[in-house]
C-alpha cells in the first residue's frame, strides 16, 4: 500500500473514531494509538498539550516521554513557537535537541491550533533516519486537526 493510500485509511479511521466524541483527551487518545500501531517505522507517537506557557506530555503511544518542554525547545518547542511543522530528518542534527529516547534519529511535529491559538503539537519519532517528509506533514496535519472536533 503506498503511504498516501494508507494516510487516507488512517484518515476516514480517525473521523470514525472521533465522530460525536467532543473530548480533548479521549481523542488525543485515540489518535496517538491509531498513529502508532497504523504507521510503519514509527517509535512514537504523542501530544504535548499547550498549557501555562510550556508543553505538558498528553495522550501518547511509545517509550516514557519528557513531561515538560519549554516554547522554543527541543523539535516539540520549535515547533510550538513559530507554529509550523517540523520535519527533522536527524535530530542529531538539530540544534537544541531533547533526546527524551536515545534510540530517535528522525522527527516530526505538527502543531495543532484551533482559531490560531495553540491546541498541542502532535509528536511522531522514528529509530530512522528521514522518516519523515511532506505527505507525512500533510496527512498528519489532517489528521491532527481532527481532535479539535
Known sequence: MKKSENYQLLYKQAQSLLQDEHDLIANMSNISALLYNGLKDVSYAGFYRYQKQELILGPFQGPVACMHITLGKGVCGVAAKTRKTQIVPDVHQFSGHIACDANTN??????????NNLIAVLDLDSNSFSRFDQVDADYLSQIAALILN
Open 106 to 115: 528522525s522527527e516530526i511535529v505538527i502543531p495543532v491550533l484551533k482559531n
